[in-house]
């Protein structure tokens, strides 16, 4: 049995994950796992799995479950999902909980010699110089959850790195990819909320609505697999069949498509480098229809030019960049911004925060910090109040 550490399992990473988990339920064993504060799913799990440890994560809630229930250990906050990744009986660890939070959990999944099923993109968009020193330290395999990465991901083990000469990344487009230009001026947070193929949680359907996620995702791939930013393009694909292509130096395109169904690349990543070996879910081709590909509109999604532009610059511009979308997202959730204002909260940060290139964590976490206070104290009604 295989034992597995799930951080942030309420969200849909950590639902799908769940889902794979019960197919394989001879093979996989739920060890441990993070909520923040959905504690009613927690004692249900629980109650299911009997897991080692749980940890619950909202401040608030510290200690309101003790210290067992049964024979789990309840563990909370920080120093609770440092626990929970490095146990004995953990080997592989989910890292599914979202924003830069999950960064130093992951590291010390990567000191404890865990396999990482990384989820949590901004760990290595946030820290990711860091973080690849770590893993080059300690060995560890790193495989992407995200359908795109996860894609691109199983095409490049199967063709020889030189012969690759460039890798794409497909986007459904989000929300409102089919909306009229004048329209984005005045869209509500419940239809940027209504995403047209995914079921996802708040923050990330925002951040596709926007185009913002996919630009999170050139840099995350920039990380991944060590391709310069010339050699990593996006295109729209609205039937979000196709994850992820790779061309190769004779100008073929190979492409991984799959149902959009995230299943796929959680079950991938839990088996790697084993194969999956079971139908998870079956569509034939002639089911497809037809597969639409088309370059994004700039002007509709001003956001990818600027994480090219924050990717270029190293260091910690894409920390800026992501730390600057975290607040600007939220503040849009929480109705104090336009939803056009997310790219411009961006830039303006990029604008005003100096880059750096730090050599340790605390240089990176720094500049996090730094740009989540710049943002908050110019855009937040509440804080200027």
Same mark, same amino acid.
């Given at each position: 049995?295989?034992?597995?550490?799930?951080?942030?399992?309420?969200?849909?990473?950590?639902?799908?994950?769940?889902?794979?988990?019960?197919?394989?339920?001879?093979?996989?064993?739920?060890?441990?796992?993070?909520?923040?504060?959905?504690?009613?799913?927690?004692?249900?799990?629980?109650?299911?799995?009997?897991?080692?440890?749980?940890?619950?994560?909202?401040?608030?809630?510290?200690?309101?479950?003790?210290?067992?229930?049964?024979?789990?250990?309840?563990?909370?906050?920080?120093?609770?999902?440092?626990?929970?990744?490095?146990?004995?009986?953990?080997?592989?660890?989910?890292?599914?909980?979202?924003?830069?939070?999950?960064?130093?959990?992951?590291?010390?999944?990567?000191?404890? @010699?865990? /396999?990482?099923?990384?989820?949590?993109?901004?760990?290595?968009?946030?820290?990711?110089?860091?973080?690849?020193?770590?893993?080059?330290?300690?060995?560890?395999?790193?495989?992407?959850?995200?359908?795109?990465?996860?894609?691109?991901?199983?095409?490049?083990?199967?063709?020889?790195?030189?012969?690759?000469?460039?890798?794409?990344?497909?986007?459904?487009?989000?929300?409102?990819?089919?909306?009229?230009?004048?329209?984005?001026?005045?869209?509500?947070?419940?239809?940027?909320?209504?995403?047209?193929?995914? /079921?996802?949680?708040?923050?990330?359907?925002?951040?596709?609505?926007?185009?913002?996620?996919?630009?999170?995702?050139?840099?995350?791939?920039?990380?991944?697999?060590?391709?310069?930013?010339?050699?990593?393009?996006?295109?729209?694909?609205?039937?979000?069949?196709?994850?992820?292509?790779?061309?190769?130096?004779?100008?073929?395109?190979?492409?991984?498509?799959?149902?959009?169904?995230?299943?796929?690349?959680?079950?991938?990543?839990?088996?790697?480098?084993?194969?999956?070996?079971?139908?998870?879910?079956? @569509?034939?081709?002639?089911?497809?229809?037809?597969?639409?590909?088309?370059?994004?509109?700039?002007?509709?999604?001003?956001?990818?030019?600027?994480?090219?532009?924050?990717?270029?610059?190293?260091?910690?511009?894409?920390?800026?960049?992501?730390?600057?979308?975290?607040?600007?997202?939220?503040?849009?959730?929480?109705?104090?911004?336009?939803?056009?204002?997310?790219?411009?909260?961006?830039?303006?940060?990029?604008?005003?925060?100096?880059?750096?290139?730090?050599?340790?964590?605390?240089?990176?976490?720094?500049?996090?910090?730094?740009? @989540?206070?710049?943002?908050?104290?110019?855009?937040?009604?509440?804080?200027?109040?």
């Amino acid at each position: 049995m295989i034992g597995v550490s799930v951080l942030g399992i309420s969200g849909s990473v950590g639902s799908s994950t769940l889902k794979v988990l019960k197919q394989f339920s001879t093979e996989f064993s739920l060890q441990a796992f993070s909520v923040h504060s959905n504690l009613d799913l927690a004692k249900k799990l629980i109650s299911e799995f009997q897991p080692e440890a749980v940890c619950i994560t909202d401040p608030q809630l510290y200690g309101v479950l003790g210290d067992k229930v049964g024979t789990t250990a309840i563990v909370y906050g920080d120093e609770g999902l440092d626990a929970i990744v490095s146990l004995h009986s953990v080997d592989v660890v989910v890292t599914a909980i979202v924003g830069a939070v999950g960064a130093k959990p992951t590291a010390t999944a990567i000191r404890a @010699r865990k /396999k990482i099923a990384i989820a949590n993109k901004e760990t290595l968009i946030t820290f990711g110089p860091w973080i690849k020193e770590l893993i080059a330290e300690y060995q560890v395999s790193l495989v992407p959850v995200d359908s795109e990465h996860n894609a691109l991901f199983q095409l490049l083990e199967k063709e020889s790195r030189e012969n690759v000469r460039s890798i794409i990344l497909t986007a459904s487009g989000g929300s409102f990819r089919d909306y009229p230009l004048e329209d984005l001026q005045k869209v509500t947070v419940e239809q940027a909320l209504h995403h047209p193929v995914w /079921k996802m949680g708040p923050k990330i359907t925002i951040d596709s609505a926007g185009l913002v996620n996919k630009a999170l995702e050139v840099i995350e791939a920039h990380f991944l697999f060590d391709f310069s930013y010339d050699e990593i393009d996006v295109v729209i694909h609205p039937e979000s069949l196709t994850h992820g292509m790779i061309e190769t130096k004779d100008g073929a395109i190979l492409q991984y498509t799959s149902h959009p169904d995230m299943i796929f690349p959680i079950a991938h990543s839990l088996f790697y480098p084993n194969k999956t070996p079971a139908l998870l879910k079956e @569509r034939k081709p002639h089911s497809w229809k037809a597969l639409h590909f088309h370059e994004p509109d700039h002007k509709r999604y001003p956001a990818l030019p600027l994480a090219y532009e924050a990717g270029r610059a190293g260091g910690t511009a894409p920390a800026i960049f992501n730390s600057a979308n975290e607040i600007a997202a939220q503040l849009f959730l929480n109705g104090e911004i336009p939803f056009l204002s997310i790219p411009q909260v961006i830039a303006s940060a990029l604008d005003r925060i100096p880059n750096s290139f730090p050599s340790d964590w605390e240089g990176f976490a720094d500049k996090d910090r730094e740009t @989540r206070e710049f943002v908050l104290h110019k855009y937040s009604k509440e804080v200027r109040a």
